[in-house]
């Protein structure tokens, strides 16, 4: 079992900019990928940015360019910076964890509000 727990959402006026913090605890040794989804009113959820069990990061297309993904492994900590941020980032953010036989773990969720 993985145990997640994100903080960091809030307020922020458009082209403001917010930090994401995800902290792992439990079985850590079995996480293979790590990321963070949204879901924003009435829409499914979708996958922000993540990083695959080879290391390599992946985008929504929409977010390239404005926000970045990093990780403290010491920490087991998984941070989501967000830059230039768009009443349409608006949505619950989810911390997400696959282990190493396909099992997805998710956080409670953190609310970003973005005001135009």
């Known amino acids: 079992q993985v145990q997640l727990v994100e903080s960091g959402g809030g307020l922020v006026q458009a082209g403001g900019s917010l930090r994401l913090s995800c902290a792992a605890s439990?079985?850590?040794?079995?996480?293979?990928?790590m990321g963070w989804y949204r879901q924003a009113p009435e829409k499914q959820r979708e996958l922000v940015a993540a990083?695959?069990?080879?290391?390599?990061?992946n985008y929504a297309d929409s977010v390239k360019g404005r926000f970045a993904i990093s990780r403290d492994n010491a920490k087991n900590t998984v941070y989501l910076e967000m830059n230039s941020l768009k009443p349409e980032d608006t949505a619950v953010y989810y911390c997400?964890?696959?282990?190493?036989?396909?099992?997805?773990?998710w956080g409670k969720g953190t609310l970003v509000t973005v005001s135009s």
């Open positions: 997400n964890v696959v282990d190493y036989v396909a099992r997805n773990y």
């Open positions: 439990g079985n850590i040794l079995s996480i293979r990928a």
């Open positions: 990083f695959s069990s080879d290391g390599r990061t």
